[in-house]
């Protein structure tokens, strides 16, 4: 117990107190068997600490594996994703369809008083129809004349969300209402 104790300590040593150490071990037995448990350790010199000279070896062997593998682990992500850029706008024919999803978003957000975060899964369904041809005004229209058709509808305010307005085959539906 003395051993897996010293081992989960930050420098893998115990008080040099025997009370303390009885008190950890819930120790019954006698003083002599305990100066044979004690026999196993010696004081750190740095701290006074008792630590097992063999255990001690191996802790210090253990934490600089463990620094290694993890500069090696860090070496390897910087080279893995130092590459690649950090912010990449999907660009195309002039339009940037990321920058016009987020300002759709915003949108939606101010009005249905919602807070909607801009991730993929939000925005891949208002590029998506971006990228068919839709204009951000044209979306604009979409939102506020849902908006209008089920803000005051409890049964309805859950679906003035990007997933439903601007879902591949509710969209379309949605359109035609507003293109009248």
Request: hydrophobic share 35%.
């Amino acid at each position: 117990m003395l051993l897996a104790q010293c081992w989960s300590e930050n420098n893998c040593s115990l008080p040099s107190d025997p009370l303390a150490l009885k008190k950890m071990l819930r120790w019954e037995g006698s003083d002599e068997e305990f100066g044979g448990v004690l026999a196993c350790f010696q004081p750190l010199k740095k701290t006074g600490r008792l630590t097992n000279p063999r255990l001690y070896q191996e802790w210090l062997d253990a934490k600089q594996r463990t620094e290694i593998l993890s500069e090696s682990g860090q070496r390897g992500a910087h080279k893995r994703w130092a590459a690649r850029p950090t912010h990449q706008k999907p660009i195309s024919n002039g339009r940037d369809y990321l920058a016009e999803s987020k300002e759709i978003l915003t949108f939606l957000n101010e009005k249905t008083g919602k807070h909607f975060r801009e991730v993929d899964a939000s925005l891949g369904f208002i590029q998506a129809r971006l990228k068919s041809g839709i204009d951000v005004q044209t979306c604009r229209t979409l939102i506020m004349r849902k908006v209008h058709d089920w803000k005051e509808r409890p049964d309805m305010q859950m679906y003035l969300r990007p997933e439903t307005l601007f879902n591949k085959t509710k969209f379309e539906g949605y359109l035609a209402e507003v293109t009248k």
